[in-house]
């Protein structure tokens, strides 16, 4: 994909629920560790161009002591001028602030990834689209319970929210606007 555009300090990166426990879990087409490999390479790219990252971290309602393995991994704990959502359900913006800081912050469009596809991922999205974001799915930065269960929010829902492309694209297009 050639003719992607991505102006960094309008765009924010969401990246959903790689947390120790959930990354640990069997995922497909690829595994949780390749989803953050692949995170980290997005968040430092908008790190490095001024974009925004937000990272996302779910939480059980009503549960004094989160599960074990609750925490994110190590490789995305948020760095300076990261935003950090605790979310309650599958969607990042549902009773949260993400909505609000994101606006605040002149955000028109977010890419998302994490874990996992067809939950985390496609119901923040759908949210995001009804805000009216332009949306960007790195189909290699995301995995679910199994491929199929992917390759359906990938090839079939994501399509009509937005931008389906890869992690590789995404970094040539803010190395585009800044190179």
């Not at 549902?94 to 469009?109: F, M, N, R, S, V």
Request: glycine residues 12%.
């Amino acid at each position: 994909m050639t003719d992607l555009t991505i102006d960094a300090p309008r765009t924010a990166l969401i990246v959903i629920d790689l947390q120790v426990r959930i990354v640990g879990m069997e995922t497909g087409p690829s595994t949780g560790a390749n989803v953050v490999r692949q995170a980290m390479r997005l968040a430092d790219g908008f790190r490095e161009n001024g974009g925004l990252v937000v990272i996302v971290q779910a939480e059980r309602p009503g549960v004094p002591e989160q599960p074990a393995g609750s925490e994110l991994v190590s490789e995305m704990e948020p760095g300076p001028g990261d935003l950090l959502i605790t979310k309650r359900s599958w969607n990042a913006f549902h009773e949260t602030e993400l909505h609000d800081k994101l606006g605040g912050q002149g955000i028109g469009a977010v890419v998302v990834c994490g874990l996992t596809t067809n939950a985390g991922v496609e119901s923040t999205a759908r949210t995001a689209s009804d805000y009216g974001y332009d949306l960007l799915f790195p189909r290699d930065a995301m995995a679910s319970f199994n491929a199929e269960m992917h390759d359906f929010a990938v090839e079939k829902i994501f399509p009509l929210l937005g931008t389906v492309c890869t992690t590789d694209d995404i970094l040539g297009a803010l190395r585009a606007k800044t190179g």
